[in-house]
Nanobody, 129 residues
Framework: VQLQAYGGGLVQPGGSLRLSCVASGFSLDEHGIIWFRQAPGKEREGVSCIDRHGSAWHADFVKGRFTISRDSAKHMVYLQLSDLKPEDTAVYYC????????????????????????WGQGTQVTVSS
């Protein structure tokens, strides 16, 4: 059972990236996925979440700019980042949990990062001109 995140990179302000999270050993129809990010010197914060029913949640600071989606057949969750800002610079992680992962996206987003047991390795997103 594992998650692998990839797709980060260096992008100019206003640019776009698509992050991917591959889920192995479990079904996305049974567990949701949440994306967190952590900037240097800051706590890990929830960004977007998609639950096992396919419902999505986005943090206010990314609404209208980021979109989460999934392809359950491919075991993939995507996070489309658009209109990127320098403050979006961070390491982005995908995560889930055997227990909390069956909840709604909104409830998953209320959980602290430390409560999630399974993490991808993180992918760096740098927004800079």
């Amino acid at each position: 059972v594992q998650l692998q995140a990839y797709g980060g990179g260096l992008v100019q302000p206003g640019g776009s990236l698509r992050l991917s999270c591959v889920a192995s050993g479990f079904s996305l129809d049974e567990h949701g996925i949440i994306w967190f990010r952590q900037a240097p010197g800051k706590e890990r914060e929830g960004v977007s979440c998609i639950d096992r029913h396919g419902s999505a949640w986005h943090a206010d600071f990314v609404k209208g700019r980021f979109t989460i989606s999934r392809d359950s057949a491919k075991h993939m969750v995507y996070l489309q980042l658009s209109d990127l800002k320098p403050e979006d610079t961070a390491v982005y992680y995908c995560a889930t949990d055997r227990v909390f992962g069956i909840d709604t996206a909104r409830n998953m987003a209320r959980r602290r990062a430390s409560e999630f047991e399974l993490w991808g390795q993180g992918t760096q997103v740098t927004v800079s001109s």
